[in-house]
């Protein structure tokens, strides 16, 4: 019932920007942290940065000081910022969230956007 609709991935220029969108809809499950992971042909999927509802950020030290992660909980949306793009950061991104029925439960769910591929070339 509930998806992430991901946005903003595409081509770019090494040194440039994008800006990575992930709404999600379709429930009115209590998502409490959101996130971006992404995945390099022949690499593990490794997470890049994520966020709880209440602001606490972490990011992974290669991506420090480049990308910025925020979101908008009224619209269940988590946004990633990237500037200063290397070519190291070329892969499919994927969304995901964490949530449970209502704040505090013990059972989580955990959904997963479709994935959009960011690629830094010249």
């Known amino acids: 019932q509930r998806q992430l609709v991901e946005s903003g991935g595409g081509l770019v220029q090494p040194g440039g920007s994008l800006r990575l969108s992930c709404a999600a809809s379709?429930?009115?499950?209590?998502?409490?942290?959101m996130g971006w992971y992404r995945q390099a042909p022949g690499k593990q999927r490794e997470l890049v940065a994520a966020i709880t509802s209440g602001g606490s950020t972490n990011y992974t030290d290669s991506v420090k000081g480049r990308f910025t992660i925020y979101r908008d909980n009224a619209k269940n949306t988590v946004y990633l910022q990237m500037n200063s793009l290397k070519p190291e950061d070329t892969a499919v991104y994927y969304c995901?969230?964490?949530?449970?029925?209502?704040?505090?439960?013990?059972?989580?769910?955990?959904?997963w956007g479709q994935g959009t591929q960011v690629t830094v070339s010249s």
């Open positions: 379709g429930s009115i499950f209590s998502i409490y942290a």
């Open positions: 995901n969230a964490n949530a449970t029925r209502t704040i505090g439960s013990a059972t989580k769910y955990v959904y």
